[in-house]
């Protein structure tokens, strides 16, 4: 899980799509509560079993953007789509509204190739 964790960090901080938009708030899981919009985290999972060559490993990407951003957040997942498409299994993305602060989540989930 390490592996794929640096992976992800080190591909995603080389993305300039990523960078002009996020700059490095890139984290594992959660990010601080006083992170400034927009921000990123990444979570992996180890799937074992799901092939004949061992185990597999997937990942979703969480893009936080402020209230009143649902634009931005679907224009910057329209953006990243063929980059992790690229490098990546895609799977699916979706964007979820957080009630609490108004906020926008960007949702992207791959497998590793």
């Known amino acids: 899980m390490l592996e794929l964790s640096d992976e992800i960090t080190t591909f995603l901080l080389a ?7 996020m700059e490095d708030r890139l984290s594992p899981i959660v990010s601080s509560a006083d992170e400034t919009y927009p921000f990123a985290n990444y979570i992996v999972r180890e799937q074992s079993g799901q092939s004949k060559d061992g185990d597999a490993a997937s990942a979703t990407l969480l893009f936080y953007f402020e209230q009143n951003s649902y634009r931005k957040c679907v224009e910057f997942l329209d ?3 063929p980059i992790i498409k690229e490098n990546y299994d895609w799977l699916n993305s979706e ?3 957080i009630e ?5 989540v960007g949702i992207i989930n791959f497998n590793k190739i």
């Open 100 to 104: 609490q602060d108004q906020s926008f």
């Open 15 to 21: 993305q300039t799509v990523f960078t002009d938009v």
């Open 95 to 97: 964007i979820e509204f």
């Open 79 to 81: 953006q990243m789509k």
